[in-house]
């Protein structure tokens, strides 16, 4: 997901129009889909170009965005808690959250005319798992018992997972390394959709014209860089059939070309904008504009491995002393949220003001810096190049040079895969940043792998038994609700100890047309496109 | 004239093997000084080696040259080589489309871009300068000076916005409005971003925007050749011959003066080919400008260097054309 996001951000950098685009105008148009009332019509939606259209491989934004129509799950988002429920699936059911037996909706089939029964599923994980297809998604069945074979370098291309097991054509089995008790709420993820046998023996085909089994089929081929356009499928047995007749994915590389675009009513909605036209959009949009906090989360990882961070006290005074809402209002218009958690606010188990020290007051972070002993030397603050990052992270550094006068200098010179390169071996002589988006709607996703130890993306090495048996203890717990008091307790450690500072959430904008009659979001799947009515 | 043309040819060998080589060597030399691409793929989600090690070969990034800094990768390239010539595969990007597909989607708008950009030059241009020419210190030749200017020093991405979020947008909406005019213009011309649906209506803006750039020149190029030629001695004997006016400006003093106009041409076909990115990005044109800067971005070697040593064939190519050309408008030139 976030490669693409920070791609996008990229190009939007170094792409940004010297001018601001002129005024006037507006969203209106004359809509060449002619019709009305509750269905039909043509959506025209926004989209920047798509890694895959295969579920097992498309791991980025745009694509998921396409697959959410063209295919369904296990398991779907509500669409206003957002809370897990069960989609093609007849029932998921476990005594101990280890072994899971799952039971498949008969009637749904592939637009090819196969049958989405176990072996859909099957094959789809089986081949999504095994190193040697190095599908994206592999690491979203790390959970698996099975996976370290899966995932070893000697293994065979028809190698399938140990902990995944056929009981008859609608009943398979999973087992999982350890208990998880979010196993449920993963499922909904598009990594897990199921896939056809002839989408795997032509991969590349099935690519260029997917295969899917949701309320939307392909039409014709995707055109690259131009368009995808879905059309409703006839066929499909749920309940939530497409609203719109077509759905056009009109591709564009840049943000602003794209709101150019909409502006001169070639487009209907239009998820994310370029942020800094934000204030300019607001005003012309009205009431035609969605915004909510994402999931995405910045923040600046600090170097544990070295002594001097070894210090809470430390850590503590530079987090009080930024002013999050100041940088975002001065660098960003606006376009964030403030951290005040290590939780997304869309997560289930989220509080407001987990953490005392991610609020903005000097006096106190004077004090802390004082007991602590200071900083000694320059300090030096990392970032990735190219990225736009270099604005904000110097604000920061301004701030702990007026807070405290230490003397810092930037390393923003790395590109992303040498700086994360540097990440991983634990290089950094200073605070850095990173980011990190869920994997899925639990809010575990948000702890275990930023701060468990030694787990995969723990850039700042901290290490905490307690943590760990806190998170064990949610993973085990009988049911969700009962796992979020244990995570809760997790991220109040992290409050406590400070391995990083948080810094903000993203902001998600979304608008639309005149044409469209209702828009539709979910807080976890984000735009329903195929809900969304026109005129 | 025909052997001219082969030995013209042949020099096409060692140029384009060097060409792909430098290309090599830089896109090599960008991976060993900044790290594997593939790792940043994976972004804050640290992979395990068995993971980066899969997907970097998948990638055909595997080679351990690609570690080394200022290593020539000789053997990569001589794989390369033999990849392009042989079996006419020029790599995967990283999301493991051909890279011979990517060119072939992205071309044909990137031609018919520059096609609309040179027609325009050339007609607007040259007629342009032919009349500045003739009437050289009049109100016309002050007006094209002026104009042109005007232009040159408008840089393009200056020009890019202004024309779509000005003209195509808010012009746009007030005739789309009115509805008076054919949907031909009023959703193809005037659609801010390329369309599937007007595939040549929608590129005739983002064409003039790319040919404004060189417009200027060739049009003072016309004017300072007219204005030489016009006083040559072929020109004084065509007049005192008793030649018809039209004919002594139309096929004597204009077919000379062409030449260093064609010359002009025929280079900036290539460089506009390659310099369309700007436009490309401004207009949403799926070319191959908007391709090679995403490659860039993202470091994607392979893609990289099939764009490139397709815009370096182009270039060669076009100045071949070029050159032949120079014996027909001039029949003093011979090649044999």
């Known amino acids: 997901m976030r490669r693409t996001a920070r791609l996008k951000a990229v190009a939007a950098v170094a792409a940004v129009g010297m001018l601001a685009a002129a005024c006037g105008g507006g969203g209106d148009s004359d809509s060449d889909s002619g019709s009305g009332g509750e269905a039909g019509g043509d959506l025209r939606i926004y989209s920047s170009e798509p890694a895959f259209l295969v579920p097992t491989a498309a791991n980025d934004e745009p694509s998921i965005l396409v697959l959410r129509q063209l295919y369904r799950g296990l398991v779907k988002y509500n669409a206003d808690s957002g809370a897990p429920e069960l989609d093609l699936a007849e029932s998921i059911e476990s005594d101990d959250n280890k072994l899971w037996t799952i039971k498949v909706k008969e009637g749904y089939t592939f637009s090819n005319g196969e049958d989405v029964n176990a072996d859909a599923f099957l094959r789809a994980w089986n081949y999504a798992g095994n190193l040697k297809n190095a599908q994206n998604n592999s690491y979203f069945f790390n959970r698996f018992a099975g996976f370290d074979d899966m995932q070893s370098e000697d293994v065979k291309k028809d190698t399938t997972f140990s902990g995944l097991e056929k009981v008859d054509d609608y009943t398979f089995t999973v087992e999982l390394a350890d208990p998880f008790s979010g196993f449920e709420a993963i499922l909904g993820y598009s990594g897990f959709f199921p896939v056809a046998q002839e989408c795997l023996d032509d991969f590349e085909a099935c690519n260029e014209a997917p295969i899917g089994n949701g309320p939307y089929k392909m039409q014709g081929e995707w055109e690259h860089n131009v368009q995808i356009t879905l059309e409703r499928n006839d066929d499909y047995a749920g309940e939530d059939t497409g609203k719109a007749d077509t759905l056009t994915y009109k591709i564009f590389d840049d943000q602003n070309t794209a709101y150019a675009a909409f502006e001169g009513g070639e487009l209907d909605v239009m998820y994310n904008v370029p942020p800094e036209q934000l204030g300019q959009i607001k005003q012309k949009q009205g009431d035609r504009i969605y915004q909510a906090p994402s999931d995405s989360f910045t923040y600046v990882g600090l170097p544990l491995y070295d002594k001097q961070f070894d210090n809470v006290d430390l850590r503590k005074a530079f987090s009080l002393a930024i002013d999050r809402q100041a940088i975002i209002d001065a660098i960003f218009s606006g376009a964030y949220t403030p951290a005040t958690g290590f939780v997304s606010p869309n997560f289930d188990g989220y509080r407001e003001d987990v953490c005392d020290a991610c609020t903005y007051d000097l006096e106190q972070a004077k004090e802390l810096y004082e007991q602590s002993g200071g900083y000694k030397g320059k300090l030096t603050l990392w970032a990735n190049a190219g990225a736009g990052h270099d604005a904000w992270l110097q604000a920061v550094g301004d701030a702990l040079k007026s807070a405290f006068g230490i003397d810092y200098e930037l390393r923003v010179d790395l590109e992303f895969p040498e700086y994360l390169e540097l990440a991983d071996n634990e290089g950094f002589d200073g605070p850095f940043r990173l980011g990190w988006g869920p994997d899925y709607p639990v809010m575990e996703t948000y702890l275990q792998p930023l701060y468990g130890s030694g787990a995969s993306s723990n850039s700042s090495g901290y290490e905490n038994p307690e943590f760990d048996a806190a998170i064990k203890e949610g993973d085990q717990a009988a049911s969700l609700e009962e796992a979020i008091p244990s995570y809760q307790a997790a991220e109040d450690m992290l409050a406590e100890d400070l391995p990083v500072i948080p810094m903000w959430f993203g902001l998600t904008t979304a608008i639309w047309s005149d044409n469209v009659d209702e828009f539709k979001y979910n807080t976890i799947s984000d735009v329903e496109y195929g809900q969304i009515t026109l005129k | ?336």
Not at chain 2, 1 to 15: A, C, E, H, K, S
Not at chain 2, 224 to 249: F, H, M, Q, W
């Open chain 2, 1 to 336: 004239m025909g052997t001219y043309v082969v030995r013209r040819l042949l020099q096409f060998i060692p140029t384009t093997l060097g060409a792909i080589f430098l290309l090599h060597y830089l896109t090599s030399l960008g991976i060993q000084l900044t790290g594997n691409p593939a790792r940043a793929l994976f972004g804050d989600r640290r992979p395990s080696e068995a993971q980066l090690g899969a997907l970097t070969e998948a990638l055909g990034l595997a080679d351990p040259c690609l570690t080394r800094t200022g290593d020539p990768c000789v053997g990569l390239y001589f794989d390369r080589l033999q990849k392009i010539f042989l079996q006419f595969d020029f790599g995967i990007n990283f999301n493991r489309r051909p890279v011979t597909d990517i060119v072939a989607d992205a071309l044909p708008y990137t031609f018919k871009l520059v096609v609309i950009a040179i027609i325009f030059q050339a007609v607007v241009g040259i007629t342009a300068g032919v009349l500045a020419g003739l009437r050289a210190g009049g109100f016309f030749d002050y007006f094209v000076k002026v104009s042109t200017v005007l232009l040159i020093s408008v840089p393009v991405f200056v020009l890019g916005f202004v024309v779509r979020d000005i003209i195509n947008v808010n012009v746009g909406n007030k005739l789309r409005e009115a509805g008076t005019l054919p949907d031909w213009f009023t959703f193809g011309v005037m659609s801010p971003v390329y369309k599937p649906d007007y595939p040549i209506a929608s590129l005739v803006v983002p064409g003039l925007v790319l040919g404004a750039l060189s417009l200027a020149t060739t049009a003072r190029l016309t004017r300072t050749s007219i204005l030489e030629n016009v006083r040559s001695d072929y020109v004084r004997t065509a007049r005192a011959k008793g030649l018809a006016p039209k004919r002594v400006i139309g096929v004597h003093t204009l077919r000379n003066s062409l030449i260093p106009v064609i010359t002009y041409l025929g280079v900036d076909f290539g460089g506009l080919m390659g310099g369309a990115v700007v436009t490309e990005g401004i207009f949403g044109v799926p070319g191959i400008g908007r391709e090679i800067f995403r490659a860039t971005i993202s470091k994607e070697p392979s893609v990289v260097l099939g764009i490139v040593t397709l815009l370096v064939l182009v270039f060669l190519i076009v100045n071949l054309i070029v050159d032949v050309l120079y014996a027909v408008l001039d029949p003093r030139i011979r090649y044999d």
